[in-house]
Antibody, heavy 123, light 108 residues
Framework: QVQLVESGGDLVKPGGSLRLSCEAT????????MSWIRQAPGKGLEWISY????????YHADSVKGRFTISRDNAKNSVFLQMNSLRVEDTGVYYC????????????????WGQGTPVTVSS | SYVLTQPPSVSVAPGKTARITCEEN??????VHWHQQKPGQAPVLVVY???DRPSGIPERFSGSNSGNTATLTISRVEAGDEADYYC???????????FGGGTKLTVL
């Protein structure tokens, strides 16, 4: 089955940087779109970024555009999130996810989730 | 862009049927997916493409979608179904994944 294992979460000061990693098994990684989704403490889910299989296209939510960058290494079955200029409001659990997975026409869904890695931005 | 509206909370007695809604104008024209998040755990996909279930998800979980409302229905509710439930769609206009605000299901 699909397994996604995140790492890299930490306590960092405002303005600092962090790089999250996610290693995937159980799927044909080089043909898979991958996402990062976060959840602030006590809040809902917020999609923040996804990358296509060949890295040709990368999309970021407006809340992180210009500060966060998603990338991948298909040889290592891994996806990354480089987070710069971190803010207090970036605090939360960051989930690596398999998807968006196409299901016909305008249908795309998040199929699998990692266990998440916590990021705390505080002085 | 899409704003998916869910009720903050739904309560149901064990053995009864729970219905969780996700509203947006003409959402019936979209494919809607549902994720379950139990306390302290990562989310899990329970319904995709309005009404399909991934392998391993009980038949008690079903979905429907028409007009302005998509609905996740959980039959014969069990204590273990207590969780937050999120609807999700794909916004083709902006190429983004969109989540609803989430609904906390309480089993009385």
């Amino acid at each position: 089955q699909v397994q996604l294992v995140e790492s890299g979460g930490d306590l960092v000061k405002p303005g600092g940087s962090l790089r999250l990693s996610c290693e995937a098994t159980g799927l044909t990684f080089s043909r898979s779109y991958m996402s990062w989704i976060r959840q602030a403490p006590g809040k809902g889910l917020e999609w923040i970024s996804y990358i296509t299989d060949s890295s040709r296209y990368r999309y970021h939510a407006d809340s992180v555009k210009g500060r966060f960058t998603i990338s991948r290494d298909n040889a290592k079955n891994s996806v990354f999130l480089q987070m710069n200029s971190l803010r207090v409001e970036d605090t939360g659990v960051y989930y690596c996810a398999y998807g968006p997975v196409p299901c016909g026409g305008d249908c795309y869904y998040i199929a699998n989730w990692g266990q998440g890695t916590p990021v705390t931005v505080s002085s | 862009s899409y704003v998916l509206t869910q009720p903050p909370s739904v309560s149901v007695a064990p053995g009864k049927t729970a219905r969780i809604t996700c509203e947006e104008n003409n959402i019936g024209r979209k494919s809607v997916h549902w994720h379950q998040q139990k306390p302290g755990q990562a989310p899990v996909l329970v319904v995709y493409d309005d009404s399909d279930r991934p392998s391993g998800i009980p038949e008690r979980f079903s979905g429907s979608n028409s007009g302005n409302t998509a609905t996740l229905t959980i039959s014969r509710v069990e204590a273990g179904d207590e969780a937050d439930y999120y609807c999700q769609v794909w916004d083709s206009g902006s190429d983004q994944v969109v989540f609803g605000g989430g609904t906390k299901l309480t089993v009385l």
